[in-house]
Every structure is written in C-alpha cells, then in structure tokens.
C-alpha cells in the first residue's frame, strides 16, 4: 500500500498512543489541511493526509523535544515498515531536529500544523466558529500575544514562505480546508467540552 500504512491503521496507531481529544483533533485537522494541499498539487492525498494525521504521534507519551518527539515517532514507524517519505516529513516538521524541508509535503506539513491550530483556536472564541472565518481576522488575533501565546507568530509566516504562497492566501485556504470538518474538530465555543467521539475516518474532501 502506499506509504506503508492505510488510513484506518494509521488511525488505530493515533489512538493507541494519543488518549487527549484536543491532540486528536488537532492531528485531524493538520490531515485534512494536509489532504486539501495534495489535492491543490496534484500529490498523493492518502501519503500527505497520513503524515498529517501521524505527525506528533508521540508528542503524548513523549513531548521533550530534545529527546523525544518526533524522534520516537519516527523508529515506531521506522519499525512497522511505514516509508521513508513520511517518516522523513513528520521529523523535518520539527525544527529541533534539524533537517532540511526538501519536498513539497515536507513543507506543507510544516506550514500548515502550527496555523491549524491557531486557526481552530481563533474559531473557538467565535460564535460562528470557522463561518465566515478571514484571514484578516485570523491576522488580528496574531497580533494578540496572550491569545495562544504558545504559538510563534514568526514561524506561521515562515511555513507561508518555504512553501512559496502568500500568506492571506494560506491562511484562507487552511480555513476553507478545515471548515467542512468544523462538527468532528469542535471548533466553537459552543460545542461540547467533553471528550469527542471522534469518527475513525471523516471524509477529508468535505
């Protein structure tokens, strides 16, 4: 099978190693942003919109950056025969190890996971959530350095430009991949805050 692993395998994995409902939402979403690029490229959405899904497997169990995530990710999947291309993808995401964004998914992928999250967050303070979310909103709450403080503003813009789009553009683009996902992701502050039964696989063309 491509990439060595399926969906639904992929899937299995995430929830064996990650129990936070807000990691596995947040893994959903950065696969479906994932998916939506893939199909702006004419790539492979299956390989692109797994290693979104996989991409912080181990950031549970071994959050520390200097000797855990994703390095244990990478052997686990090194492990189970997944393909280098995806392994590779999941390490170059994070700075700390390192490697050079050479391809294509390499660099979505890292452009696209910090500002999902930051994206999600900014439709949670919103009634509406992602309805009618712009990116001119999405810009205002950057500016706001209490508001997800956890996320670097810098390094939202850098992933825009290592992929070669503009920014407004990007931003726009994570938006409308994510919106159709809004009810499994819970981006309101109006949905429950409970834990979500999360469907194994929701339809990531929308």
């Known amino acids: 099978m491509p990439g060595g692993i399926s969906r639904d395998e992929a899937w299995t994995l995430l929830c064996e190693w990650t129990e ?7 893994m959903l979403a950065v696969e479906a942003a994932m998916r939506a690029y893939a199909r702006q490229f004419g790539q492979d959405e299956e390989i692109w919109g797994i290693t979104g899904l996989l991409h912080d497997l181990d950031y549970e169990r071994f959050p ?21 291309e995806i392994i590779r993808a999941i390490g170059s995401h994070a700075d700390e190890m390192g490697l ?7 660099r979505a992928l890292y452009a696209v996971d910090e500002l999902s999250g930051f994206v999600v967050a900014c439709a949670y303070v919103r009634p509406e959530g992602l309805e009618g ?7 205002k709450k950057m500016k706001t350095a209490s508001f997800a403080a956890a996320v670097d503003r810098d390094q939202l813009r850098r992933g825009a430009d290592e992929l070669g789009v503009e920014f407004d553009a990007h931003v726009a683009f994570v938006i409308a991949a994510l919106q159709p996902h ?24 929308g």
């Open 100 to 106: 050079s964004r050479d391809s294509t998914m390499e």
């Open 64 to 84: 520390s950056l200097e000797d855990g995530h994703p390095r244990i990710a990478m052997a686990e999947l090194q492990r189970r025969g997944v393909s280098d």
């Open 20 to 26: 936070s409902d807000s990691l596995r939402r947040h």
């Open 133 to 139: 979310m712009t990116p001119k909103s999405v810009k």
């Open 182 to 205: 809004a009810p499994v992701l819970r981006a309101r502050e109006a949905d429950p805050a409970g834990p979500a039964d999360l469907p194994p696989a929701p339809d990531p063309a």
